[in-house]
């Protein structure tokens, strides 16, 4: 269950995030779809906690680095980005694709971690952002990796919506999916998520919790060279694993 309060605050960031620039306080109103009353008083406490200021006199609002430096702080006192990081650059490095850490959360994948291709076409992804788990890689590889009872327990979680033509809609499909991801030591999302996008991705056990490693990126690149880019993966989670075990 969401809290609404909680919600308003994080699409306020959200919205300095997309936005890249003041806004008045009509404008965060309408952004948030909320009551200029209730704007106000949300835009009021974060300004007294110094987390936005006024530019100039309604000039608008944006948030003061006081967000930036604690975010900054929290990341790295992270358990495991920090350590993983150099890791997922390293692949981005070698394959030139987006590569992610995920790990299934909440019945859903969410993202960690991502570095970015530089190729102008690629696929965009933020830390934090959620994916259905009937259409994710790193679903695929994490479920191959669980045990039975564990594993039927979160396939009963996705509702199974269909997003193109080769999305698995069933239970028994992702089962069977699955399956097949436990015999090859590797998952892929091939169109079925995004049509022409693919996923790759293998697991990843850190202390005892299963995440993976995932590339991502247009298929005619990522599917079409998956013998290479597999390697890459395979190799940059033996390189986590090792760093991990000194």
């Known amino acids: 269950m969401e809290v609404k309060l909680v919600v308003r605050t994080l699409e306020l960031i959200e919205l300095f995030a997309q936005a890249r620039r003041p806004m008045p306080l009509t404008e965060l109103a309408q952004g948030l779809g909320a009551?200029?009353?209730?704007?106000?008083?949300?835009?009021?406490?974060?300004?007294?906690?110094?987390?936005?200021?006024?530019?100039?006199?309604?000039?608008?609002?944006?948030?003061?680095?006081?967000?930036?430096?604690?975010?900054?702080?929290?990341?790295?006192g992270d358990p495991w980005l920090e350590a993983v990081r150099p890791h997922l650059v390293a692949l981005r490095d070698a394959a030139n694709e987006t590569v992610m850490l995920g790990k299934i959360q909440d019945g859903a994948v969410v993202f960690l971690d991502v570095v970015e291709s530089t190729h102008p076409v690629h696929y965009a992804a933020r830390p934090g952002e959620r994916r259905p788990m009937h259409t994710s890689s790193v679903a695929k590889a994490i479920l191959a990796r669980l045990a039975p009872a564990d594993r039927d327990g979160l396939l009963a979680a996705p509702d199974y919506t269909r997003y193109t033509e080769r999305t698995l809609v069933t239970r028994d499909a992702l089962r069977a999916e699955v399956q097949q991801v436990q015999a090859q030591g590797w998952a892929a999302n091939v169109g079925e998520s995004v049509a022409d996008l693919t996923g790759l991705a293998v697991a990843l056990d850190l202390g005892g919790e299963w995440y993976a490693l995932c590339m991502a990126g247009p298929t005619p690149r990522v599917w079409e060279q998956r013998d290479q880019n597999l390697r890459h993966l395979h190799a940059a989670a033996e390189a986590i694993r090792r760093a991990r075990a000194v």
């Open 35 to 76: 009551p200029m009353s209730s704007c106000l008083a949300l835009v009021r406490t974060l300004v007294a906690r110094g987390y936005l200021y006024e530019v100039r006199r309604r000039g608008g609002y944006y948030p003061t680095a006081k967000l930036h430096a604690l975010s900054g702080q929290i990341q790295a």
